[in-house]
């Protein structure tokens, strides 16, 4: 069975204090693992998406690895407006024409200014 | 904005009643998922349609059902609702691997 857990469960950061939310996972051949931003009572917020070991993806302060055990998002010089539930998810390759999404419990970020 | 919606955005409903929740995907995507998500459980798959076809079934209870009509809208029917049915209830739609999920459906049962 897929698994994925993410830590910490929350993170409290000062404004400008870089920081790295980890992601690792279990899954019977990966075809991709996704990052998502989630607010409160919102949907989540498509960010990155990862397919093989080495890869790295970056989008304004975010930046996204990826291993073969593990993931991690890396934000520098966070602001008050990155503060978000950070959920990772893998998608396996072995499902087939499943593309379902198992998602970890999530990070939850503050960031205080 | 992700182009997904969803309706209603708040349901309050009895144990034991009916409800059906709506979502449109993405122009152009063929595939649509359901997720609950509850606090103690994260966010948890449901099930997959594609072009109008059930694909796959995750943690779907038998009292729960879906379909995906032909201009691709889904629909997600909760039946004989129980307290712990009451989660946030989000559709994602996709064409290839990435998903794109709605605002989402806040059940209450009460």
């Known amino acids: 069975e897929d698994q994925v857990t993410q830590s910490p469960e929350a993170l409290r950061l000062q404004e400008g204090e870089s920081s790295s939310l980890n992601c690792s996972y279990t899954?019977?051949?990966?075809?991709?693992l996704f990052w998502y931003r989630q607010d409160p009572g919102k949907g989540p917020e498509f960010l990155f998406t990862?397919?093989?070991a080495g890869e790295e993806k970056e989008k304004e302060r975010l930046k996204a690895t990826l291993t073969k055990k593990e993931s991690f998002l890396h934000i520098t010089a966070p602001k008050p407006e990155d503060s978000a539930t950070y959920l990772c998810?893998?998608?396996?390759?072995?499902?087939?024409?499943?593309?379902?999404?198992?998602f970890g419990k999530g990070t939850l970020l503050t960031v205080n200014p | 904005d992700s182009g997904v919606t969803q309706t209603p955005k708040h349901l309050i409903t009895a144990t034991g009643q009916r409800v059906t929740l709506r979502c449109s995907p993405r122009?152009?995507?063929?595939?649509v998922y359901w997720y609950q998500q509850s606090l103690d459980q994260g966010l948890q798959f449901l099930i997959q349609?594609?072009?109008?076809?059930?694909?796959a079934k995750g943690n779907i209870l038998e009292r729960f059902s879906a379909q995906q009509f032909p201009d691709l809208h889904s629909e997600l029917n909760l039946s004989s609702l129980e307290l712990g049915d009451s989660a946030l209830y989000f559709c994602?739609?996709?064409?290839?691997?990435?998903?794109?999920f709605g605002p989402g459906t806040r059940l209450t049962v009460l």
């Open positions: 994602a739609s996709s064409v290839d691997t990435e998903q794109f």
């Open positions: 899954v019977s051949g990966l075809r991709g």
């Open positions: 990862l397919y093989s």
């Open positions: 998810a893998v998608q396996a390759r072995s499902g087939g024409s499943n593309y379902k999404l198992t």
């Open positions: 122009s152009g995507d063929l595939s």
């Open positions: 349609y594609y072009n109008g076809e059930e694909r």
